[in-house]
């Protein structure tokens, strides 16, 4: 959900791990904030705090803060930053940024802050930013706070489910799995489905589609097999411009341990332009086995790709 931000302060510094002073406004481009001492070509360009975060530390020290003593570039109200995720974006008239971290690594004894009360609040609760838009921001400015919604979509080939012979079961199991998943992450999501016929051309024009919308994940179910029908896996091959090997070696090899016919899936998974494609055998264990490996990945896969460092 967009949140309206107000800024508050802005503040800078000319030498790393010293409390940055207020200013009356900063210029934002490729690097960061000019002058400021973080600007460069890395992922933490730009320090943001919240009022709300500065408030309750204030009061469980019992001791005001002024602006940018926590070091934070930018500080502003609004929203608690870190329900914030790598990927979202902050953007302001001029200026749009994308958020690259959540926190950081406390610096203990050569924090001014931490020296004082025993702790700080900006390692739990600061963000950082890399700028994708330059511009000036000063106080008193509004942001927008727009979260980055992870789309999946989900395809299930079989020609008899698509004949009404029998329902779909894994299909929406996939879904589920995925809706539950990216909810205990308090994630923005949106995930479609779809059922086709075992008919490579179909998957390939429904594939082109999704990979040209840039949709995230793409799950498939069914196909993996040796049967005269099972197409998926080479069909899906043709699109993938990378592929990630170890996820599906890793699965087989784990549940072929105590089920040997785990072994026999031909599944595959890889990079297509923007999307990732998974490709997961059509039993209901299967893909239930299959999500329960690869979705705790899907969010550090983002990230790589969006050519985050979230390590």
Same mark, same amino acid.
């Given at each position: 959900?967009?949140?309206?931000?107000?800024?508050?302060?802005?503040?800078?510094?000319?030498?790393?791990?010293?409390?940055?002073?207020?200013?009356? &406004?900063?210029?934002?481009?490729? $690097?960061?904030?000019?002058?400021?001492?973080?600007?460069?070509?890395?992922?933490?360009?730009?320090?943001?705090?919240?009022?709300? =975060?500065?408030?309750?530390?204030?009061?469980?020290?019992?001791?005001? $803060?002024?602006?940018?003593?926590?070091?934070?570039?930018?500080?502003?109200?609004?929203?608690?930053?870190?329900? *914030?995720?790598?990927?979202?974006?902050?953007?302001?008239?001029?200026? @749009?940024?994308?958020?690259?971290?959540?926190? !950081?690594?406390?610096?203990?004894?050569?924090?001014?802050?931490?020296?004082?009360?025993? *702790?700080?609040?900006?390692?739990?609760?600061?963000?950082?930013?890399?700028?994708?838009?330059?511009?000036?921001?000063? !106080?008193?400015?509004?942001?927008? $706070?727009?979260?980055?919604?992870?789309?999946?979509?989900?395809?299930?080939? &079989?020609?008899? *489910?698509?004949?009404?012979?029998? =329902?779909?079961?894994?299909?929406?199991?996939?879904?589920?799995?995925? @809706?539950?998943?990216?909810? &205990?992450?308090?994630?923005?999501?949106?995930?479609?489905?779809?059922?086709?016929?075992?008919?490579?051309?179909?998957?390939?024009?429904?594939?082109? =589609?999704?990979?040209?919308?840039?949709?995230?994940?793409?799950?498939?179910?069914?196909?993996?097999?040796?049967?005269?029908?099972? %197409?998926?896996?080479?069909?899906?091959?043709?699109?993938?411009?990378?592929?990630?090997?170890? %996820?599906? @070696?890793?699965?087989?090899?784990?549940?072929?341990?105590?089920?040997?016919?785990?072994?026999?899936?031909?599944?595959?998974?890889?990079? &297509?332009?923007?999307?990732?494609?998974?490709?997961?055998?059509? =039993?209901?264990?299967?893909?239930?086995?299959?999500?329960? @490996?690869?979705?705790?990945?899907?969010?550090?896969?983002? $990230?790589?790709?969006?050519?985050?460092?979230?390590?």
């Amino acid at each position: 959900m967009e949140k309206i931000l107000k800024i508050l302060s802005v503040n800078t510094s000319e030498e790393k791990g010293t409390v940055k002073k207020p200013v009356d &406004s900063i210029n934002l481009n490729q $690097y960061g904030i000019e002058t400021d001492a973080h600007s460069g070509d890395w992922h933490r360009q730009i320090s943001l705090l919240s009022k709300e =975060s500065i408030d309750r530390f204030s009061k469980d020290t019992n001791r005001g $803060y002024l602006p940018g003593e926590f070091a934070e570039n930018i500080t502003l109200s609004g929203m608690i930053l870190n329900q *914030a995720f790598p990927g979202d974006k902050i953007c302001g008239k001029e200026v @749009e940024m994308v958020v690259t971290q959540i926190g !950081k690594k406390c610096h203990g004894g050569d924090c001014a802050v931490f020296r004082d009360t025993g *702790a700080c609040v900006m390692p739990k609760e600061g963000i950082f930013t890399k700028v994708i838009k330059g511009g000036t921001l000063t !106080k008193g400015d509004l942001l927008t $706070y727009t979260p980055r919604v992870i789309t999946t979509a989900i395809i299930t080939l &079989s020609t008899r *489910a698509y004949n009404n012979t029998y =329902s779909d079961l894994s299909g929406p199991a996939i879904k589920e799995a995925t @809706e539950t998943f990216f909810k &205990s992450r308090k994630r923005e999501f949106s995930t479609e489905y779809h059922l086709i016929p075992d008919n490579p051309v179909m998957f390939s024009n429904l594939l082109r =589609s999704l990979i040209s919308k840039d949709v995230d994940l793409i799950f498939t179910s069914g196909g993996t097999g040796v049967g005269p029908n099972d %197409i998926t896996p080479e069909t899906a091959r043709a699109f993938i411009d990378k592929e990630i090997p170890g %996820i599906m @070696e890793h699965i087989r090899t784990k549940y072929g341990k105590v089920k040997p016919n785990a072994l026999l899936s031909r599944g595959i998974a890889g990079l &297509s332009g923007n999307s990732f494609i998974f490709t997961l055998p059509g =039993s209901i264990n299967g893909a239930k086995e299959y999500m329960s @490996e690869i979705l705790p990945l899907t969010e550090h896969l983002i $990230y790589m790709r969006l050519g985050l460092d979230t390590h």
